[in-house]
């Protein structure tokens, strides 16, 4: 039987809530007991999922609680943003926040997640060295998807700056977000893009850089 377009999109949604779920509930354990503290089981017992399904998702509880389960995600990510096609520097910068905050918002709360994920990294320090490994390695696949669309080098600094901007403006978003509870993720970093717009649009070259 072809699976209808409909069936595609709702086996997909499950896939992601059962991957954001195995991800909150490891990252709310390893804040409570340490990633020794607890098992794998433990985990699948919560979700409601076999140990088979954990590992269809993850590799250990590191990635559970990184949530690296993005390979699917990835894909699907670089296909939109393909597919919304080259219309100039400024409109690379709209699309990446886009893309990211609809992402983002798919995976489920922001606040709880951000703060889950916060507590559990300072429970266990040497996530911390992963974290920043794998942030370096999404921006370097960033730069390649937007000089792919662009039809630029990889290495051409526009392509670079752009994944640059949009890093800052995410983490004064995710920052603000955190600080202020009547405010949503989406709000947030769409506010940093304009004030780093403000910024990048009013200043001029000094004199003797020129």
Known sequence: MIE???????????????????????????????????????????????????FNYFPSKDEAVLGIHEAAERERFEAEFLGLGSRGWPAVLD????????HTIEMGPEREEQ??????????????????GLTLEREHALEQLVASRE??????????????VLSGVLRIGADDALRSPDTDFGSTVRRALEAA??????????????
């Open 95 to 102: 699309d990446l926040v886009e893309l990211v905050i609809q």
């Open 115 to 132: 703060s889950a994920f916060m507590a559990a990294v300072e429970r266990e320090p040497r996530l911390l060295a992963r974290v920043m």
């Open 197 to 210: 717009r403000t910024v990048l649009c009013t200043a001029s070259p000094r004199e003797d850089l020129a």
């Open 151 to 164: 039809g630029v080098d990889v290495d051409d600094s526009r392509a670079r700056a752009a994944v640059a």
């Open 4 to 54: 209808s377009a409909t069936d595609g999109q709702d086996r997909g949604a499950r896939k992601r809530n059962t991957a954001a779920r195995l991800t909150q509930v490891s990252r709310r354990m390893t804040a409570e007991h340490g990633l020794a503290g607890f098992t794998i089981e433990q985990v699948c017992d919560e979700v409601g999922v076999s140990r088979r399904t954990f």
